[in-house]
T-cell receptor, first 115, second 114 residues
Framework: DAGVIQSPRHEVTEMGQEVTLRCKPI?????LFWYRQTMMRGLELLIY????????DSGMPEDRFSAKMPNASFSTLKIQPSEPRDSAVYFC?????????????FGPGTRLTVL | QQQVKQSPQSLIVQKGGIPIINCAYE??????FPWYQQFPGKGPALLIA?????SEKKEGRFTISFNKSAKQFSLHIMDSQPGDSATYFC?????????????FGKGTLLTVNP
């Protein structure tokens, strides 16, 4: 079975450019999470969707970050304009119905480098 | 405010040793405590989890010990193997309904030497 799919796996861009990260959750999962991982701050939850609806975006660092989930099988995280401090590994995770399980399944991540 | 404190940051043991990783939490409303394992270049994967109605849970060589009064829990790896070398994260959440949010510790880099 395919797990969570993320693309691209690596992204190198210059400061000021727009960056779009993509995620395909596991089929049948109705919750989707975007995390950011850095050495300094560890794993941070950025935003959470349930049934394609954003439920909590309190972790989104600032207005330069936006996330969408147009359907159950696709989500994007966009950074515009990007800054060097956005360099991190971004993970997408999905989960089956959260009322029944707390398990989150992580994708392989996108390593973003902003020069 | 860091709600889950994890220690040590790194740990080196010999094959067959029993590494122990500790976590402490502050929010008494937390009722779900998972451990995630992350290999280089991969996303974290759920290893084992416990709820506070039990003091210990064992799955294979991995054991969680939970101390509700002290607000602490720990991961023990019995008969550790070089393949266990990874970064381990503890986490905590209030489970169920919309209380989904996992708060992670900073991680422990475990190295098991052959």
């Amino acid at each position: 079975d395919a797990g969570v799919i993320q693309s691209p796996r690596h992204e190198v861009t210059e400061m000021g450019q727009e960056v779009t990260l993509r995620c395909k959750p596991i089929s049948g999962h109705n919750s989707l999470f975007w995390y950011r991982q850095t050495m300094m701050r560890g794993l941070e939850l950025l935003i959470y969707f349930n049934n394609n609806v954003p439920i909590d975006d309190s972790g989104m660092p600032e207005d330069r970050f936006s996330a969408k989930m147009p359907n159950a099988s696709f989500s994007t995280l966009k950074i515009q304009p990007s800054e060097p401090r956005d360099s991190a590994v971004y993970f997408c995770a999905s989960s089956p119905e959260l009322a029944k399980t707390d398990t989150q399944y992580f994708g392989p991540g996108t390593r973003l480098t902003v020069l | 405010q860091q709600q889950v404190k994890q220690s040590p940051q790194s740990l080196i043991v010999q094959k067959g040793g029993i590494p122990i990783i500790n976590c402490a939490y502050e929010n008494t409303a937390f009722d779900y405590f998972p451990w995630y394992q992350q290999f280089p270049g991969k996303g974290p994967a759920l290893l084992i989890a416990i709820r506070p109605d039990v003091s210990e849970k064992k799955e294979g060589r991995f054991t969680i010990s939970f101390n509700k009064s002290a607000k602490q829990f720990s991961l023990h790896i019995m008969d550790s193997q070089p393949g266990d070398s990874a970064t381990y994260f503890c986490a905590a959440s209030m489970s169920g309904g919309s209380n989904y949010k996992l708060t992670f510790g900073k991680g422990t880099l475990l190295t098991v030497n052959p």
